[in-house]
């Protein structure tokens, strides 16, 4: 240099060569689509293995049509619909592997369809592997199993007779669940009865809700069915006073029936109802009173049809319970499914009679179970679309 001073070695470095980025190529579904392909395989030979074996059960009761060795069979070929997603699986893994130098980002998404048949064949699998275990469960000990739960004759013979008892569980939780909508909001806007003269019926209202939220529902039927008679006498007093309506007497399990649940799920529906009483904004109570609307007025015609409006679907789950619950009014001797059930039950030393009512509250509960989800899906979408 010109001032004689030799040049630093960090000024004389070359720079260093800069690489080039290339994506990692995707990792090979080839193993996880022969899984599958092994899965399905396995799977498509248990179900054959198990529809001989219930034609050999059904054989030893005496069916020999040999119809229902075909029907069976026919079944179990269509466990052959599990090899599609699975070779479509290995199919694509091939393919992707043959694009890899060609065009990386389509064999990334090729791969991706791969993973997706792969896992599409696996979850198929194991659902009908579990209708198989089943199947192998029904023909357990002999069909002993099939014979002690689902006869089918005898449940036919016997539904007339669990189907009129079902109508009296559809009748206690229709009525139940009127009351319950209304003294459960009794007891939320008593439990939110404002300043401090209404603390002590919020006081009492909190008792209440902390009592029978704690008590066993079996229990509460129980005292109010059994316990209640004993200490007053309503069936003397609905008999002498009611001497023309014979029927009146014999519907009081019935009514009490109802009120245990009505007891029972206001403590819980009640919760419901503060809860979306509360989750309506503060500003809305504040703009109603400067308008001039009264307490009551603000939860009767502001706060209250809000409040409505988000808690439908818990209101359902709850008389969903309150639906199965109704089989526990066979404690205090009301005839309804369930206790018919038994009576049969006993009689003819089977349960096909009980898995008839288990039968009938699936049918109405699992479309019940539906509503609720497209209920809460709506409501997801709503908030979505407010921002």
């Given at each position: 240099m010109?001032d004689?001073?030799?040049?630093?070695a960090?000024?004389t470095r070359?720079?260093?060569?800069?690489r080039?980025?290339?994506?990692a190529?995707?990792?090979?579904a080839?193993?996880?689509?022969l899984?599958?392909?092994?899965?399905?395989l396995?799977?498509i030979a248990?179900?054959?293995?198990?529809a001989?074996?219930v034609k050999?059960?059904v054989?030893e009761?005496g069916?020999?049509?040999?119809r229902?060795?075909?029907?069976l069979?026919?079944?179990?070929?269509?466990?052959?619909f599990?090899?599609?997603?699975a070779?479509s699986a290995?199919?694509?893994a091939?393919?992707?592997?043959?694009?890899?130098?060609?065009d990386?980002?389509?064999?990334r998404a090729?791969?991706a369809d791969?993973?997706?048949?792969a896992?599409t064949?696996l979850g198929w699998s194991?659902?009908?592997?579990i209708?198989?275990?089943?199947?192998?469960f029904?023909?357990?000990?002999d069909?002993?199993?099939?014979?002690?739960?689902?006869?089918?004759?005898?449940?036919?013979?016997?539904?007339?007779?669990?189907?009129?008892a079902?109508?009296?569980?559809?009748?206690?939780?229709v009525i139940?669940?009127?009351f319950v909508l209304?003294?459960?909001?009794?007891?939320a806007?008593?439990?939110l009865?404002?300043?401090?003269?209404g603390?002590p019926?919020?006081?009492?209202?909190a008792?209440?809700?902390?009592l029978f939220?704690?008590?066993?529902?079996?229990?509460?039927i129980?005292?109010?069915?059994?316990a209640?008679?004993?200490?007053?006498p309503?069936?003397?007093?609905?008999?002498?006073?009611?001497?023309?309506?014979?029927?009146?007497?014999d519907s009081?399990?019935?009514m009490?029936?109802?009120?245990?649940?009505?007891?029972?799920y206001?403590a819980?529906v009640s919760?419901?109802y503060?809860a979306?009483?509360?989750?309506v904004?503060?500003?809305?109570?504040?703009a109603?009173r400067s308008?001039?609307?009264t307490?009551?007025q603000t939860l009767?015609f502001?706060?209250v049809p809000?409040a409505?409006?988000?808690?439908?679907?818990?209101?359902?789950?709850?008389?969903i319970s309150?639906?199965?619950?109704?089989?526990l009014v066979?404690?205090?001797g009301?005839?309804e499914?369930?206790?018919?059930?038994?009576?049969?039950?006993?009689?003819?030393?089977?349960l096909?009679s009980?898995t008839?009512?288990?039968?009938?509250?699936?049918?109405?509960?699992?479309p019940?179970g539906?509503l609720v989800?497209?209920?809460?899906?709506?409501?997801?979408?709503?908030?979505?679309s407010?921002?």
């Open positions: 010109e004689g001073t030799e040049p630093s960090s000024r070359a720079p260093r060569p800069t080039e980025w290339k994506p190529p995707p990792k090979s080839m193993t996880l689509a899984v599958a392909c092994f899965v399905a396995t799977i248990f179900a054959f293995l198990t001989e074996t050999d059960a054989s009761l069916e020999t049509d040999p229902v060795g075909y029907g069979w026919a079944i179990a070929a269509v466990s052959f599990l090899l599609w997603p070779i290995v199919r694509a091939r393919t992707a592997t043959a694009r890899l130098a060609d990386l980002a389509e064999a090729i791969t791969a993973r997706e048949y896992w064949a194991a659902a009908v592997a209708v198989l275990v089943f199947g192998q029904l023909v357990a000990n069909i002993a199993v099939g014979r002690t739960f689902f006869n089918v004759r005898l449940m036919d013979k016997t539904f007339p007779l669990v189907a009129k079902f109508w009296e569980n559809v009748k206690i939780f139940a669940e009127i209304v003294w459960g909001l009794v007891i806007i008593a439990r009865a404002p300043g401090r003269a603390a019926v919020r006081f009492i209202a008792a209440y809700v902390d939220r704690g008590l066993p529902a079996i229990i509460a129980y005292l109010v069915g059994i209640l008679p004993k200490a007053i309503i069936y003397d007093f609905v008999g002498e006073n009611f001497p023309d309506y014979p029927d009146l007497r009081v399990p019935t009490l029936a109802i009120l245990a649940l009505t007891l029972t206001g819980y919760e419901v503060r979306g009483i509360e989750s904004h503060r500003s809305q109570t504040a109603a308008l001039g609307f307490y009551g009767r502001i706060v809000q409505v409006r988000r808690i439908i679907p818990p209101l359902l789950n709850d008389f309150l639906q199965k619950d109704t089989a066979s404690v205090i009301t005839i499914a369930f206790n018919q059930a038994k009576i049969i039950a006993s009689n003819h030393f089977n096909s009980v008839t009512v288990a039968l009938l509250f699936v049918l109405i509960t699992i019940q539906r989800d497209k209920l809460i899906e709506r409501d997801q979408k709503r908030m979505r407010s921002g």
